[in-house]
């Protein structure tokens, strides 16, 4: 199994560009996740999904969007990236609501 | 609003010394809660958890004691060894929305040689 793989590692970006952040898992868990994880802070929920087809808002969805058209990905989209995006992104996954398995992290630079 | 709060940003502990992490809550619908230990360049791995009907559980050097009453959490790393050295994070969600998990800003341990 490869868990929870993201790509790209690295981005920088433009002002007002956009770009999608991907996440596959190859354990088939129904619930996946995205989160911000911004210097000396903790981990933030910016979307969440409970299964294809369903996604809700976590705490902090503001200039991102996200679909669920399998259950493998779950790609997180930024459509006019702005310099308070600038974070390190975690994508994970999970089989119930409890163990969250954890992507190796996007580290996103808005310039 | 921080419903999760590690108030040590750091922790310095000699090998084979007791490491202890603190987490405190805000709010009293959590009844579930886990610590994940993370090292630089990669994403958070899952450590141990507990469920609020408990009050401590142990697997192997590591225990975490939960006191609802306080609202207050800890893990305890026993003995300390250099491989532990990491950044924990303590997580908090309700089972019963069971969604949204909210995490701390992280403790930074070195564990010395």
């Known amino acids: 199994n490869a868990g929870v793989t993201q790509t790209p590692k690295f981005r920088i970006l433009k002002i007002g560009q956009s770009m999608t952040l991907q996440c596959a898992q190859d354990?088939?868990?129904?619930?996946m996740y995205w989160y911000r994880q911004d210097p000396g802070m903790g981990l933030k929920l910016i979307y969440y999904s409970v299964g294809a087809g369903i996604t809700d808002k976590g705490e902090v969805p503001n200039g991102y969007n996200v679909s669920r058209s399998t259950t493998e990905d779950f790609p997180l989209r930024l459509e006019l990236a702005a310099p308070s995006q600038t974070s390190v992104y975690f994508c994970?996954?999970?089989?119930?609501?409890?163990?969250?398995?954890f992507g190796p992290g996007t580290r996103l630079t808005v310039l | 609003d921080q419903q999760v709060k590690q108030n040590s940003p750091s922790l310095s502990v000699q090998e084979g010394r007791i490491s202890i992490l603190n987490c405190d809550y805000t709010?009293?619908?959590?009844?579930?809660f886990l610590w994940y230990k993370k090292y630089p360049a990669e994403g958070p791995t899952f450590l141990i958890s507990?469920?609020?009907?408990?009050d401590k559980n142990e697997d192997g050097r590591f225990t975490v004691f939960l006191n609802k009453s306080a609202k207050h959490l800890s893990l305890h790393i026993v003995p300390s060894q250099p491989g532990d050295s990491a950044v924990y994070f303590c997580?908090?969600?309700?089972?019963?929305?069971?969604?949204?998990?909210?995490f701390g800003t992280g403790t930074s341990l070195t564990v010395i040689p």
């Open positions: 997580a908090a969600t309700n089972s019963n929305t069971g969604n949204q998990f909210y």
């Open positions: 994970a996954s999970s089989y119930t609501t409890d163990t969250q398995y």
């Open positions: 354990m088939n868990h129904n619930y």
């Open positions: 709010n009293s619908m959590f009844d579930y």
């Open positions: 507990i469920s609020s009907i408990k």
